[in-house]
Every structure is written in structure tokens, then in C-alpha cells.
């Protein structure tokens, strides 16, 4: 009696499992690609800055859980209110230091990346970006991990390499000059 009953709980438990799992899989992929909505928000006044943060926020995280692709509209699109609501948002202020330029380029799409770790450093902690090496080291660490990722398909040059390679040692203070 009790194998038959466990021999029918079994199936109800992965049943339950393979429920949970597919529900956090489909909230995981929540930073819904909006390229529309991101194309269309208009950013004039300091309330449409305030009221665009949640959209903001999603395309930071859509940019840093997908590959960089020129091909992807959505890609576009994020990378476009990001850039717009950057330049024009009072509520945050960011500073991108002169020698990201010989790690980030717009060839390969991680100068944006590296501006969606400096948003993401400002949403979560507004303060840090009052220390612009701090954030710098910060976004670079953010980054180095996004360009390791082999699912995000970047091209390892020397100075990404470099940078990965300071990274893992706990030394980008040092690679930059921060220290």
C-alpha cells in the first residue's frame, strides 16, 4: 500500500517541480523586450525622467542578460532610452571616465554595456556614483563578468582579456589607477 502511495505522490511532486521551475523561467525572462514602448516614452519634463525609471531599469536589465547584438531591435531600442534618459535625467548624474574607450567601443556594443552597469550602480545605490572610481571599478566589474560570459558572445581582445584577468584577481583598482 504505501509504494503505491508513494509511487503516486512522486509524479504529483515533479509535477509541482516542473510547475515552479517554469514559472521562475518565464519571471526570469521578465525584462520584457519593449522596443515600442521604449521608442515612444517621451522624456521632456523632470517627471517623465521619474515616471520613465521603471522602463529604464528593465531595458538596464534586458541589455545585461542578453548578447549585444546590432541585429536586435530591442537591443536598439533599450540602448536608445538608456542613452536619452541618461543625458537627460537631474535625479542621477554619471561620469564615464576617459580610458573605458580602450575596453568599450560602439563596434562592439559594450560601451553601452558598460553604461547600463553605471545606471544599474545609480538605481541601486545613488550614492555611489558621487565616488567616480568607485563606480568606475564597480562598473568595470560588472562588466568584465558580462564580457566572461561565453552566452553573451564577446570577443575577447587583449584588453578585455586584461580586464577579465584583473577582475578575478581583485585588481581593477590597480589596472585603472584607481588605488
Sequence with gaps: MTKFLTYKILPMKNLILLYFLSFVLVNGYSQKADPVKWESLKLKS????????????????????????????????????????????????????????KYYTNENGLLVIYMATLTKIGFESPSALADSKKSEVEALRICAKYCEDENNKVTKTAAIKKLIDAEKKDKLEELIGAK
Excluded at 91 to 99: D, K, P, R, V, Y
Design 46 to 101: 523632470k517627471s517623465d525622467y521619474k515616471n520613465a525609471e521603471p522602463d529604464v531599469k528593465n531595458c538596464v536589465a534586458y541589455l545585461l542578460s542578453h548578447p549585444y547584438n546590432n541585429n536586435d531591435m530591442s537591443v536598439h531600442a533599450a540602448e536608445r532610452l538608456l542613452i536619452r534618459w541618461m543625458e537627460g535625467t537631474k535625479e542621477h548624474s554619471f561620469t564615464i571616465q576617459a580610458n573605458i574607450g
